[in-house]
């Protein structure tokens, strides 16, 4: 592929610096919400070197696409490249639709090469939701995670990961020592954290299937390696927690397990947190340990609903995922839509400000990376990409036609629709994804 150094392109640009406050009005676009509408991105060596409402000169190539929406590419920052395979699976809850479904899956994954074109086919398949980084679980197994970074790397993309560790409660074939989680952690570090776009994430499965002994070395690796994160998941579902209360008897919550050992930091992505009390929020909110909600999967693996304006008023920090293959889809379109949904159980509502603002500037801020992603800004890389409003004659198509307001056309445009909208990506100023001619890269 061949790609200039430079390029402009022209388009309706949208980014959300931080969300609504309470008491803006959404019926023009308020404080922190950028729209730019026939704006042109400029990017040169793979940042975005300015924007602005003037062409710029005869010498930028050119991309012209009127009337398209320019977004920052969606950062998902709980996903499980492994779990394509059991997306949609049927009839179970969390701890049922592991042993059911996901730990046959993630054992295919020893083989190398399954892991290596699974892992091209999950990363391809993020790019074509419109997904340009993310935080991701691939399995046990270290060449999966060599795999994982390998095929990021190719792509240029912003990616975490780790292998996981889990050293019991699991098929012998997913489980690890504390010896080899060690020995493993350490060479996949030195080989990749820091390298290119690549971020090293200690990845505890979650603590049922860690014992005391690889918890403590998580904690010592993390504190060990500067610039790492954790990733993990807790109180997903309520069984779930009354494991944890069996396994771990003298730590007060599901929550102080991780805190005994180190493990929540503001590098720290927890996954959930729903069955959590108010004694975890504050833990949460001193640690500056992150939630990442995963709508879809709460809603379909019946977990429970997230309560996200309470936490956020809390003081918790929070992001947003899809955690597929408990979640039902890696477009963040759908799962910003199901985050609407389950804030409206509760009786609240979650504006399409706040909710673009998630899957971008706020997913980067979680992971320590609102000076790279998530914004069109100077400065930023230019992981970008290009969105039609509608397919023509479609019901979103009729939806817009009628709307009023820059926030009654995201919300529609949010509710409605999906990767299908999807033009162009680019990730660091490179076609990824949306090319004519497949692949593109
Ligand atoms: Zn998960």
């Not at 910003?336 to 509760?346: E, N, R, T």
């Amino acid at each position: 592929m061949s790609s200039p150094t430079r390029l402009a392109i022209l388009g309706d640009l949208l980014d959300v610096e931080r969300p609504p406050a309470t008491g803006d009005s959404l019926d023009t676009p308020p404080p922190g919400v950028r729209w730019r509408p026939g704006h042109w991105l400029l990017i040169e060596n793979g940042r975005i070197a300015a924007v602005q409402a003037e062409a710029p000169d005869a010498s930028w190539p050119r991309d012209e696409r009127p009337g398209q929406l320019i977004l920052p590419g969606f950062i998902d920052t709980h996903v499980h490249a492994p779990q394509l395979d059991v997306i949609a699976s049927y009839g179970s809850e969390l701890l049922d639709w592991l042993e059911r479904y996901t730990f046959p899956a993630e054992t295919a994954w020893a083989d190398p090469q399954v892991a290596a074109a699974g892992s091209r086919l999950f990363l391809d398949q993020l790019l074509q939701h419109g997904t340009t980084s993310a935080l991701v679980f691939p399995t046990v197994h270290k060449s999966s995670c060599d795999a994982l970074f390998a095929a990021a790397q190719a792509r240029g993309m912003r990616l975490l990961a780790g292998k996981c560790l889990m050293d019991r409660n699991a098929p012998p074939q997913l489980t690890d020592t504390v010896e080899s989680a060690e020995r493993d952690s350490l060479e996949l570090l030195q080989r990749w954290h820091g390298v290119d776009r690549l971020r090293y994430a200690h990845t505890v499965r979650f603590a049922p299937t860690s014992s005391e002994a690889q918890l403590a070395l998580a904690g010592r690796l993390h504190a060990a390696s500067p610039g790492s994160h954790v990733q993990t998941h807790v109180a997903e579902n309520r069984a779930e927690v009354e494991w944890v209360r069996a396994l771990f008897p003298s730590d007060r919550s599901y929550l102080e397990v991780y805190a005994r050992h180190g493990l929540l930091t503001p590098q720290t992505t927890l996954a959930h947190g729903i069955w959590l009390d108010a004694d975890d929020h504050a833990r949460l909110r001193d640690t500056g340990a992150v939630i990442a909600h995963s709508p879809t999967s709460n809603l379909f693996l019946g977990s429970g609903l997230f309560d996200w304006r309470g936490r956020a008023a809390d003081g918790l920090r929070l992001s947003i995922a899809t955690d597929v293959g408990g979640g039902v889809s890696l477009s963040m379109q759908r799962t910003l839509a199901a985050a609407y949904q389950v804030a409206a159980l509760q009786g609240q509502r979650l504006d399409a400000f706040t909710l673009l603002h998630a899957a971008t500037a706020g997913n980067a801020a979680s992971l320590q990376l609102g000076d790279e992603i998530g914004r069109l800004e100077p400065g930023l890389m230019a992981d970008v990409v290009a969105w039609d409003w509608a397919e023509p004659g479609s019901v979103l198509a009729h939806r817009l036609g009628r709307a009023n307001s820059l926030h009654e056309r995201l919300f529609a445009w949010l509710t409605l629709g999906d990767e299908r909208l999807l033009r162009r990506v680019w990730v660091a100023g490179q076609v990824r994804s949306g090319c004519a001619s497949s692949p593109c890269c």
